[in-house]
DNA sequence: ATTAGCACTCATTAGATTAGAGTGCTAACA
DNA sequence: TGTTAGCACTCTAATCTAATGAGTGCTAAT
C-alpha cells in the first residue's frame, strides 16, 4: 500500500467520524466506524487508525471508555480538505428567494430577512452585518425644511439605503436656501464615501474665504449632526433560541449560559465576523478560532453580500461546533450569490 | 380577635411567603415564616393559616413534603392588595435618564434604549412596543424625485418620528410636480391618521371629476406604495438571555425550551402585550393571564408610552412568575413617566 | 385559638452495584 | 509488515438502596 492510500483511508475514517458525531452529537466507536466503512476493514485496525489521528490531534477521548470526538484541529481540516463542497438545492434557492424578494427595496429589511432565512432553514442562528449610509458612498443629499431651526436631512446612498434625520439648525433657513445647500452638496459628492465627503468639505472650508465660507461650514454642520447618531453599520442576528436548544446547550446549563451571555455581547461577536467578511466568499471559523468570550463551542460560516463589485455586508450561520458544514457552506454561499444577484441587478437599473 | 384582624394576619402571612419564595425561588415552610414573623405565632398556628391558604387557592405545595409556593391566584391577589406601591429610587432614575436622554432625537431609538434599561435594571427581559408613522398623524408629506420614474416619499409624523420610503411611479414627474403633488397632500393632512388619509383621499377619488381626479389618484398610489413596506408597529424585546438565565429555567432545559419558543414567537406576544396598553398606567399579567404558549411560567408589566394625551406606545418587563412585582412595578412606572414627559417636553416645542 | 408533640410523606443525596460501551495491548496470522 | 481476534481493563451511565431531613397534618393538651 502506499503512502497516499494510507492517507485516503485515514482522511475516509475521520470524515465518518466527524459525520456520525455531526449526526448523533455523542463519541463515536470503532465499530460503527467499520460497519460504515462494510467491514473493508476490522474494528481493531481501526482503533489503531484512530489512535494515530488521535495523536495527532484530529480527535479526542472525553474518558477512556468513550468513542472519539472531533477537536478543533480535527473540523478544520475536514473543512477545508475532506469534505465535498456542494451547491445549494434548487429548491432552497427557490425557498430563498421567495423569503427574501418581498424585501428587495430596503437594504436593511432585505438583509434582516436573509438572516431569518438562514437561521430558519439551518435550524440554527442566523446574522448580517448591515451596512448604512455612514460608510457608504452618498449620491444624493436633501434637505427638507420642518420649521424654522429644523431641517429633515435626507442622505440617500442608493435607492435601498437612505437615511433621514432631524436636524436642528441656529440660524433659521429658508426654502431656497435649504435647497441651494443641498445642490451645493450634491455638486461636491462626487462619488465619496461620507467620512470622505466630511474631511473634503473640511478643506475646503479652511481654504475658502469670505461668504462662502460659511456655505461650506452650514453644509458640514448639517451633515455631522445628521451622522452623529447613524451607527456604522448594524448587526442582525436571529433564531439564537434554536441554537440553545442544541442537545450540546440544552444537556448543559452552564454551557447554555456561557453561551447566552456570549451571544449578549453582540458587539465582540461583530468585530470578529467582520474580519471575515471579505470578497473572496465562503469562510469558517470554529471553536476556539471564533475568539469570542463564551463562544468556544461554537462556529460560524461568513459570506460577503456584494452590489457589484463592492462588498456591502456580509450574511452568515453561527451553530454549534458540531454543525453540518457542507450543508451549511452551500447554504451560506447561495444566500450570499442569491442577495449579490438582486442587489447588483438592482444596482444596474 | 376581629375578622379584619384574622384576614391581616393572613394576608401578612401571605406577603411573607411571596417574597420569600420571590427571594429564594424555592418553597417556604412555616417554620421559616414563623422567625420572620418573630416568634408571634408558632410554626404549628402558622401551618392552620398556610393550609388555609391553599384551600382558597392563594399556595400550592409542590409535593406533600415541601413548603408552599404562591399560585397564580396568590400572586395576583398579592400584586392588587397586599404589596406596597413604591416609586422609583432618584438614583435609578437618574440612570435611566442617563441611558434614554441621548436617544430623544428618534422615537424608535428612544424606545429601545428604555427596553434595554428596563433589562438591564431588572436583571429580565425588557419590551417595547414602538408606534409608527402608519398608524399615526402625519404632520408633513415631501417627495423627492431620485430619478424619472422614482420619488422618495418622506413622511413625518413628528421631529422624532420619520419614514421615508422609495415609490416607482409610472408616469414620469418634474421636480415642480412633485412639490405641487406634496403640497396637495400636505392641505389634505388636517390632523389625519395615515389610514384616515387614505380613506379621506379615496373618498375625494370617487367624487371628483376630470384632471383633478388624477392629481387625487396619484398621491393616493404613491402614499399606498409607500406605506405598504411599513409595519403597523414595532416590538422590541431585549435581555431575553438574563430571563433563560433564571433558576427556573436554568435547572429546567424544558421549561427553558419553552420559554425559548415562546420568545421566539414575537407577534403572538406583542398582540397580548398590546392589550394591555392602556392610558391607566401599570398592568400585571401573571402565568397563565399572559395566554401565550410558552410563557405560563412567566409574568409581565407593562405601562404606557404617551406624547401629551395620546398614548403613542408602551414599554414593560418580561420575567418568570416569581419576579419582584414592587421593585419592577415601581421601575416600569418610573420609565414609562421619564419616557412621557420627554416625548411630551419635546412635542410642546 | 394556639401550640407542642409526633407520626408520616416524600424529595434529595450518597453509596453501592451492575451493565456495557469502547479502548489498548498482545499474540497470532496473512 | 499490516491486519485481526481475543481479552483484560477502564470508566460512564443506569439502577437500586438506604439514610437524611425538611415539612406536613393530626391529635391532644393548654
Not at 460503527?32 to 474494528?43: D, E, N
Not at 453561551?259 to 455581547?265: E, I, N, P, R, V
Request: glycine share 6%.
Amino acid at each position: 500500500m502506499s503512502v497516499t492510500d494510507f492517507e485516503q483511508r485515514r482522511n475516509k475514517i475521520l470524515e465518518l467520524i466527524i459525520e456520525a458525531h455531526i449526526a448523533s452529537a455523542s463519541p463515536v466507536g470503532s465499530e460503527f466506524v467499520a460497519r460504515k466503512l462494510r467491514s473493508s476493514l476490522s474494528p481493531a485496525t481501526i482503533r489503531n487508525i484512530m489512535g494515530e489521528l488521535e495523536g495527532d490531534g484530529y480527535l479526542s477521548q472525553p474518558h477512556t471508555s468513550a468513542g472519539r470526538v472531533p477537536t478543533d484541529r480535527g473540523y478544520r481540516f475536514y473543512v477545508d480538505s475532506v469534505m465535498d463542497v456542494r451547491r445549494i438545492s434548487l429548491d432552497e434557492l427557490r425557498q430563498i428567494e421567495l423569503l427574501i424578494r418581498p424585501a428587495e427595496v430596503d437594504l436593511e429589511l432585505l438583509l434582516e430577512r436573509a438572516s431569518a432565512a438562514l437561521a430558519a432553514l439551518s435550524q440554527q442562528a442566523g446574522f448580517a452585518v448591515v451596512p448604512t449610509v455612514k460608510q457608504s458612498r452618498v449620491r444624493q443629499v436633501e434637505f427638507v425644511p420642518l420649521g424654522v431651526r429644523k431641517i429633515l436631512c435626507v442622505l440617500i446612498a442608493n435607492d435601498e439605503m437612505i437615511a433621514s434625520h432631524v436636524v436642528e439648525i441656529v440660524e433659521p433657513m429658508t426654502r431656497d436656501e435649504a435647497v441651494a445647500l443641498a445642490r451645493f452638496i450634491n455638486t461636491e459628492l462626487g462619488g465619496l464615501s461620507c467620512r470622505e465627503l466630511m474631511e473634503s468639505l473640511e478643506r475646503r472650508m479652511l481654504a475658502e474665504r469670505d461668504s462662502f465660507y460659511h456655505v461650506v461650514k452650514r453644509s458640514l454642520d448639517i451633515l455631522q449632526q445628521a451622522l452623529s447618531t447613524e451607527p456604522e453599520e448594524r448587526f442582525v442576528l436571529e433564531g439564537t433560541s434554536a441554537l440553545v436548544s442544541q442537545p450540546e446547550f440544552a444537556n448543559d446549563p452552564r454551557k447554555a449560559h456561557a453561551l447566552l451571555k456570549g451571544l449578549d455581547a453582540e458587539e465582540a461577536l461583530l468585530a470578529r465576523i467582520r474580519q471575515d467578511i471579505a470578497p473572496d466568499g465562503v469562510r469558517v471559523r470554529i471553536g476556539r478560532e471564533v475568539q469570542v468570550a463564551g463562544l468556544e463551542a461554537c462556529s460560524y460560516l461568513t459570506a460577503p453580500v456584494a452590489a457589484g463589485d463592492a462588498v456591502v455586508g456580509g450574511i452568515g450561520v453561527l451553530g454549534p461546533k458540531r454543525m453540518d458544514y457542507p450543508r451549511l457552506r452551500a447554504l451560506v454561499e447561495g444566500v450570499s450569490r442569491c442577495v449579490t444577484e438582486l442587489l447588483t441587478r438592482w444596482d444596474e437599473r
